[in-house]
């Protein structure tokens, strides 16, 4: 059973899209990662969300965990080639990082 | 300053061998983490270590996996014997504080695993 349901699994867009990703859980998060993964590479931390209904942006991205800490959003406005890799939410549970599947977003010229 | 370290970046072997991943985590990191990433499971916590001691392996598949962290500077994960489901990248990471509550783990590039 995954306890994070990342949505939609695969993204393919033009440049200058905008899109949202989510990150869905019936558990509660003390807090909430997303990291961005590019091919041949570890993950790379972009951003820790801690209380509910928190909002932080990141340039062009934009983070909100859930008020009830169950789930989480990554939306991108004006999306870039640059922006192409795999973003993977974790949330931390016990003192562990629970990893979603992960998005795949591919952004075209 | 240097990243977590991970050798070999790539491994082929056949069923049956002994295999050796280590880890050089962040200098002053307290916790260590391994996960092992595939397509079909994602990202997997299969261990981590808080002050070079473990503190949770239940992530581990089974006992043919062991990890050890001999001192803070250092970590090994060995497949013994390995089988041709272990092929994977693996991965380690490492956290700045005292618990594994830390909300920042910094990872290595990851050791291409095949066993054929």
């Known amino acids: 059973t995954q306890l994070l349901e990342q949505s939609p699994q695969f993204l393919s867009i033009q440049e200058g899209e905008n899109l949202t990703v989510y990150c869905n859980s019936s558990s509660v998060f003390s807090s909430l990662q997303w990291y961005r993964q590019e091919p041949g590479e570890g993950p790379v931390l972009l951003v820790t969300?801690?209380?509910?209904?928190e909002v932080k942006k990141l340039k062009r991205l934009t983070f909100q965990f859930g008020d009830a800490r169950k789930d989480s959003s990554l939306h991108i406005t004006a999306a870039q080639p640059g922006d192409t890799g795999l973003y993977l939410c974790?949330?931390?549970?016990?003192?562990?990082?629970?990893f979603g599947q992960g998005t795949e977003l591919s952004v075209k010229p | 300053d240097a990243g977590v370290i991970q050798s070999p970046r790539h491994e082929v072997t056949e069923m049956g061998q002994e295999v050796t991943l280590r880890c050089k985590p962040i200098s002053g990191h307290n916790s260590l983490f391994w996960y092992r990433q595939t397509m079909m499971r994602g990202l997997e916590l299969l261990i981590y270590f808080n002050n070079n001691v473990p503190i949770d392996d239940s992530g581990m598949p089974e006992d043919r996996f062991s990890a050890k962290m001999p001192n803070a500077s250092f970590s090994t994960l060995k497949i013994q014997p390995s089988e041709p489901r272990d092929s994977a990248v693996y991965f380690c990471?490492?956290?700045?504080?005292?618990?594994?509550?830390?909300?920042?783990?910094?990872f290595g590039p990851g050791t291409r695993l095949t066993v054929t």
């Open positions: 974790a949330g931390n549970q016990g003192g562990k990082l629970i």
């Open positions: 990471a490492s956290s700045p504080r005292d618990r594994a509550t830390s909300y920042e783990q910094y």
């Open positions: 969300v801690v209380t509910g209904g």
